[in-house]
Nanobody, 125 residues
């Protein structure tokens, strides 16, 4: 069956870094765009970053530009999110997702076909 398994979340101090990983299985990974969404308590889920099927195109929401980097290794069926200079407002559950297109504004979730279970990122001030 289809699985997206995230790892790498945890507690970090403000200004620190974390690298999230998401391993996909049960579907043809290199034919899907991959996205990282996040949801903070009391807020709607939002897209943080996205990457096209071949890694040639990326998207970042404004609040993470210059600090987060999304990448993928299709040989390992894995997508990554390198998060640097973390801020308390980055704290959220981060979800990996596979979609039919990497850029899905304004209704990002419409194009999502598979979701991971989420990994918690906590940033202490």
């Amino acid at each position: 069956q289809v699985q997206l398994v995230e790892s790498g979340g945890g507690l970090v101090q403000a200004g620190g870094s974390l690298r999230l990983s998401c391993a996909g299985s049960g579907f043809i990974f290199n034919t899907y765009a991959m996205l990282w969404f996040r949801q903070a308590p009391g807020k709607e889920r939002e897209v943080a970053a996205a990457i096209s099927w071949n890694g040639g195109s990326t998207y970042y929401t404004d609040s993470v530009k210059g600090r987060f980097t999304i990448s993928r290794d299709n040989g390992k069926n894995t997508v990554y999110l390198q998060m640097n200079s973390l801020k308390p407002e980055d704290a959220a559950v981060y979800y990996c997702a596979a979609g039919t297109r990497y850029f899905g504004a304004p209704n990002w979730e419409k194009n999502i076909r598979y979701w991971g279970q989420g990994t918690q990122v906590t940033v202490s001030s």
